[in-house]
C-alpha cells in the first residue's frame, strides 16, 4: 500500500499488465468520461458475451476479454474511516464490456434473490453461492463503504448523463421507463431483461441444485474473465495506446477511429508545438458533443436510420479540398493496382492520408500552397464535423418542437417521403450549414428545398437508377461546403443539375404505361400532389399525409385503374378491346382510393365503380363518395370511362406536374406551398 496526503492508506495503483475483473474492481472505481461513446451495445454482443461465460462455466477455462484503458483521476474515492481509500479511474476504452458485466452481474444476483429461503439448501453449494453473491454485490455493483458525501452514489461504475440513472435504477430495482429518453437508456434496460431472460430460461431446464450451482459458476467465469490493463495519467497518453491497440478496428466504427486518430496527431503535434491552438480535451469534447447529437439522431422519425458512419461520409463529401482527394485517388490507385471511382468510399484512409501529410509534409507539392497546418486542419475539421451532426439531428427532429417554419417543415416532410436522400443529404447539410451561419436567408433556404424536391422527382422518374447524377451533386455539395458560394449561385446550379440529367419528363408521364414504368411511389406521390392541389381548389379540408401515401401505409392509399385492368366484366368488341390494352395502364387512368375499397370494387365496370346505388352494398363504397377528391370529381363529371377521358384526365395531371415541378421559382412556388389543410 502506498498512502495519500492525508495519511489514509489506499490500494496500489493499476499498472501495465493484466488484470482479473474480480481484481480491477478490488477497491477500485470507474467512471465513463462525458466525451465517450454512451452505452450502445445490442442483442448480438450480449448473446456473444452470454455464450462465452456459458462455456467458461461449462468448460472451467480461462477467456480473455481484450484491452482496456483508464486514467486515473487526481481525486481518490473516500472511504468510511479506518479503511482504504478507493482509486479512481476513467475507462477510455472498455465502456462497453464493463457495463455489460455489471448488468449481468446484477441480473444474476436478482434472480438468486427470487430463490426462497426454504428452498435453498444451507450448506455446500447453495451456501457458496450465497457468499458468492454476496462478495459480487459489494464488489461490482455498490460498496456500502463509499462515503456519500464524496460522490453521489455507491456505485462501483457510473455512466455519463442519463444512461447512468437508467443504470442505478437497474441496479436498484427501480426501471422507470417512463423516463426512458435515449437510445442507450433503452439498451441498458434491454440488456438487464435479455439477461433475466437467458437465466429464466436456464432455470427451468436445470434441477433447483444444478442452477444455483450453475449461477455460481457465472459469477466465478466473471470474475477471472482476464483483461490486459494500460494506465495513464493524461489524455495524451491514452490517445498514444489507443491509436496503436486499435489499428486493427476491432468493433471500432469509422468515427471512433477518426477520433482516436486525431487526438493521436494532436498528441504529437503539440509536443512539437506546446502552443498550436488545438487540444487533445478539445477534440475529445467535439466527438463527446457528437455522440450525443447520434443519440438525439436516432430518436427522430426522418433520419433515424442513419448511421453515424455515413454523416461523416457525408461531411467528407461536401467539405474535403478536392485536390487532396484527387492526390488521394491517383496514390491509391497506383499501390493497389485498382482504379477507385471515389474517395467517399474509402474516406478514413484519405482522411488520414491527409492529416498524416500536413503533419509531416510528405507532399509539398499539395501542401506548399494549403491554407491551414496541421493543428489548425484538425480544429476546422472537428469544428464542422461537430456542425453537421448537429444539422443532421435538427433537419431530423425539425417541426416537431419548439418554433419553426412550417413551410420549411412541409419541403422537408415531402423529401423525406420521396426517400432518395443518398444524392442529396451532403447537399442538403451544405446548404443547411449555410443557413446556420446565416449565409443564405430562410427564403432562400426554402428556394432550395423546393428544387432538391424537384431534382428527387422528376431526375428519378426520367432516368435509370444507375444515371442519377449523384457525381454532379456531390461537386455541387463540396463547391457549397469549400467555397464561398452566394444563394443565387446555389440556386442556379441545382437548376443546372436539374436539367443536365433529367431526360423527357412530360414524355415519360405520358409513357401509355406509366403504371409499370415507374415506382409505385411516384405514382402515388405524384397523384397525392394533385389531390391536394385539386382539394385546395375546391376550397376542401385535408387531413391526410404525404409520407403514408407515398408508403402506402396502412393501406389507406391505393392505386386504382378506372377502366378495370381485367376486362372479363366489360363486355369490349375485339377493337375496344385492343384501344383498352393501349391505355390501361396510363396515367390518366389511375386514381387514389383505399385499399379496403379497392379490394371490394375488384374490377367492376366503371359504371359500378363510380355509383352503386343499386346494390346492396353501403352507399358511400364507391367513387361518389370516395375519401379522394380526385376519385370524386372523376365520378361526377364523367358517366362514363374509356380512351376520350382517359387523355383527358392525363392532360389535366401533365399540365399540372410541369407547372408543380418546374424549375422557374413563379410557375412552381404557388403549387408546392400547397399542404394539407389539417395537420397529421
Request: net charge negative.
Amino acid at each position: 500500500m502506498d498512502a495519500t496526503s492525508s495519511g489514509e492508506n489506499i490500494i496500489e495503483e493499476l499498472g501495465n499488465t493484466d488484470y482479473t475483473f474480480d481484481e480491477l474492481f478490488e477497491e477500485n472505481v470507474f467512471h465513463v468520461p462525458r466525451y465517450q461513446r454512451f452505452y450502445s451495445w445490442e442483442r448480438s454482443e450480449w448473446a456473444d458475451l452470454w455464450n462465452d461465460l456459458s462455456n467458461m462455466a461449462k468448460n472451467d477455462r480461462e477467456h480473455y476479454m481484450g484491452t482496456v484503458i483508464c486514467k486515473e483521476e487526481p481525486t481518490p474515492i473516500l472511504t468510511e474511516e479506518g479503511t482504504n481509500q478507493y482509486r479512481n479511474y476513467a475507462i477510455v476504452d472498455g465502456q462497453q464490456r464493463f457495463t455489460t458485466l455489471i448488468i449481468l452481474i446484477k441480473a444474476i444476483a436478482s434472480v438468486y434473490t427470487t430463490i426462497s429461503s426454504e428452498e435453498a439448501p444451507e450448506e455446500g453449494s447453495g451456501k457458496h453461492t450465497e457468499e458468492s453473491v454476496k462478495l459480487s454485490r459489494k464488489r461490482f455493483l455498490k460498496d456500502w463503504k463509499i462515503r456519500l458525501a464524496n460522490r453521489e452514489s455507491r456505485c462501483k461504475l457510473r455512466l455519463q448523463d442519463d444512461d447512468n440513472n437508467t443504470l442505478e435504477g437497474i441496479l436498484e430495482e427501480d426501471i422507470d421507463e417512463t423516463a426512458t429518453e435515449t437510445p442507450s437508456q433503452d439498451r441498458l434496460i434491454q440488456a438487464y431483461r435479455f439477461y433475466r431472460e437467458e437465466l429464466k430460461e436456464r432455470q427451468e431446464e436445470l434441477s433447483h441444485g444444478q442452477f444455483i450451482s450453475h449461477l455460481d459458476e457465472l459469477l466465478s467465469a466473471i470474475r477471472s474473465l482476464n483483461f490486459i490493463v494500460y494506465t495513464v495519467d493524461n489524455s495524451e497518453q491514452a490517445t498514444l495506446i489507443f491509436e496503436s491497440i486499435n489499428d486493427r478496428g476491432i468493433g471500432l466504427s469509422n468515427l471512433d477511429k477518426t477520433k482516436s486518430f486525431l487526438m493521436h496527431k494532436v498528441y504529437l503535434t503539440q509536443g512539437e508545438n506546446p502552443h498550436s491552438g488545438v487540444s487533445v480535451n478539445g477534440v475529445q469534447k467535439r466527438f463527446g458533443r457528437i455522440y450525443r447529437w447520434m443519440q438525439d439522431i436516432l430518436e427522430t422519425d426522418r433520419v433515424s436510420d442513419i448511421g453515424e458512419d455515413q454523416i461523416q461520409r457525408y461531411h467528407y463529401i461536401s467539405t474535403i479540398n478536392t485536390t487532396v482527394n484527387s492526390s488521394y485517388l491517383r496514390q491509391e490507385t497506383n499501390r493497389r493496382n485498382k482504379t477507385l471511382r471515389s474517395g467517399a468510399t474509402v474516406y478514413l484512409g484519405a482522411l488520414k492520408w491527409h492529416f498524416t501529410n500536413l503533419h509531416e509534409e510528405n507532399d509539398l507539392s499539395i501542401y506548399n500552397s494549403y491554407p491551414r497546418d496541421c493543428p489548425d486542419e484538425i480544429d476546422s475539421y472537428t469544428k464542422i464535423l461537430r456542425r453537421y451532426y448537429s444539422h443532421m439531428e435538427t433537419i431530423g427532429s425539425y417541426g416537431q418542437d419548439g418554433e419553426y417554419n412550417p413551410d420549411i417543415d412541409w419541403e422537408l416532410r415531402k423529401i423525406f417521403a420521396l426517400d432518395r436522400l443518398g444524392n442529396f443529404y451532403p447537399i442538403l447539410l451544405a446548404i443547411w450549414d449555410e443557413y446556420d451561419s446565416d449565409s443564405i436567408s430562410e427564403d432562400e433556404l426554402y428556394e432550395m428545398l423546393q428544387l432538391i424536391e424537384v431534382a428527387s422527382f422528376r431526375i428519378y422518374t426520367t432516368v435509370s437508377r444507375s444515371d442519377t447524377g449523384r457525381n454532379r451533386f456531390y461537386s455541387v455539395a463540396n463547391d457549397i461546403g469549400t467555397g464561398d458560394k452566394d444563394a443565387a449561385w446555389i440556386i442556379e446550379e441545382l437548376k443546372d443539375c436539374i436539367r443536365s440529367k433529367e431526360n423527357d419528363f412530360e414524355g415519360t408521364l405520358r409513357n401509355q404505361n406509366a403504371y409499370n414504368s415507374l415506382r409505385y411511389k411516384d405514382l402515388r406521390y405524384l397523384l397525392y400532389s394533385y389531390e391536394i392541389y385539386r382539394r385546395d381548389e375546391a376550397k376542401g379540408g385535408d387531413v391526410s399525409s404525404i409520407e403514408k401515401a407515398a408508403e402506402n401505409a396502412g393501406n389507406e392509399y391505393t392505386l386504382d385503374h378506372i377502366w378495370p385492368n381485367d376486362t372479363q366484366k366489360l363486355d369490349l368488341s375485339e377493337e375496344e378491346e385492343e384501344v383498352h390494352e393501349e391505355v390501361k395502364h396510363s396515367l390518366g387512368n389511375l386514381t387514389l382510393t383505399t385499399g379496403p375499397r379497392n379490394s371490394g370494387w375488384k374490377n367492376l365496370p366503371y359504371p359500378k365503380k363510380r355509383s352503386r346505388m343499386d346494390d346492396d352494398e353501403e352507399n358511400d363504397s364507391d367513387y361518389l363518395n370516395s375519401d379522394f377528391t380526385i376519385t370524386r370529381e372523376i365520378a361526377r363529371e364523367n358517366k362514363e370511362w374509356g380512351e376520350g377521358q382517359i387523355a383527358e384526365q392525363l392532360d389535366d395531371i401533365v399540365d399540372f406536374a410541369k407547372r408543380r415541378w418546374s424549375l422557374e421559382t413563379a410557375e412552381r412556388q404557388p403549387l408546392s406551398e400547397i399542404r394539407p389543410a389539417t395537420p397529421d
